[in-house]
């Protein structure tokens, strides 16, 4: 049973518009949340993080929500640029598992110009 | 130069044959682990090793096994290859000490055929 889920697998947007990105998880005990951004032919590379200490983490275009009593985290693109088209992981990880990494399956981010 | 180099990058190989996927690291981390990418399944945890004497199965270990040869190195080994390991897969590292210890660097990937 998958225990970080990413229900969209692919959304389309317009350039310049927002880009909202959807994850869910089931472990209570997860306690620090990664986006993870992949183009084709190489590997994940972090975007944003946000510790369940904190409703929100902020970078630039990029901001990370997280709702602990839904169990839920979302990714706000604004604006987006065609350069953001690519898969986008959530993962999570709990402390006292050691930190490894929990990830759901994807969602394929495509911005149109 | 890339932090995280695996190799090969892409392999062919037939069902039952022996096959080793090799990462090496120049970030200086002591972890590292091995993941496996199938469509819709997001990266799954085949192995980690917290040191080069700390070797630990993932989720999905069944068919595989590693080896820790040093602190940069970690390969994985598929004994004998069958078709459902087709995939493609990564290597990562993460720094146990280093403030960001969540966060954990990916290579470019391997992808493997298993004919």
């Known amino acids: 049973d998958q225990q970080v889920k990413q229900n969209s697998p692919s959304l389309s947007v317009q350039e310049g518009r927002i880009s909202i990105l959807n994850c869910d998880y089931t472990?209570?005990?997860?306690?620090?949340f990664l986006w993870y951004k992949k183009y084709p032919a190489e590997g994940p590379t972090f975007l944003i993080s946000?510790?369940?200490?904190?409703d929100k983490n902020e970078d630039g275009r990029f901001t990370v929500f997280l709702n602990k009593s839904a169990k839920h985290l979302s990714l706000h693109i604004v604006p987006s640029q065609p350069g953001d088209s690519a898969v986008y992981f959530c993962?999570?990880?709990?402390?006292?598992?050691?930190?490894?990494?929990?990830f759901g399956g994807g969602t394929r981010v495509l911005v149109k110009p | 130069d890339a932090d995280v180099t695996q190799t090969p990058r892409n392999r062919i190989t037939k069902t039952g044959k022996r096959i080793m996927l090799e990462c090496s690291q120049t970030k200086g981390h002591d972890r590292m682990y091995w993941y496996r990418q199938d469509p819709g399944l997001g990266l799954r945890l085949i192995y980690y090793?917290?040191?080069?004497?700390?070797?630990n199965k993932g989720e999905i270990s069944d068919g595989y096994s590693v080896s820790r040869q040093a602190q940069a190195k970690f390969s994985l080994s598929l004994e004998s290859a069958i078709p459902n390991q087709t995939a493609l897969y990564f290597c990562?590292?993460?720094?146990?000490?280093?403030?960001?210890?969540?966060?954990?660097?990916f290579g470019p990937g391997t992808r493997l055929t298993v004919l």
């Open positions: 946000i510790s369940s200490i904190k």
């Open positions: 090793s917290f040191d080069v004497k700390d070797i």
């Open positions: 990562a590292t993460s720094d146990s000490q280093g403030t960001s210890y969540n966060e954990q660097f």
């Open positions: 472990n209570s005990m997860f306690d620090y």
């Open positions: 993962a999570a990880s709990a402390s006292a598992a050691g930190n490894k990494l929990t």
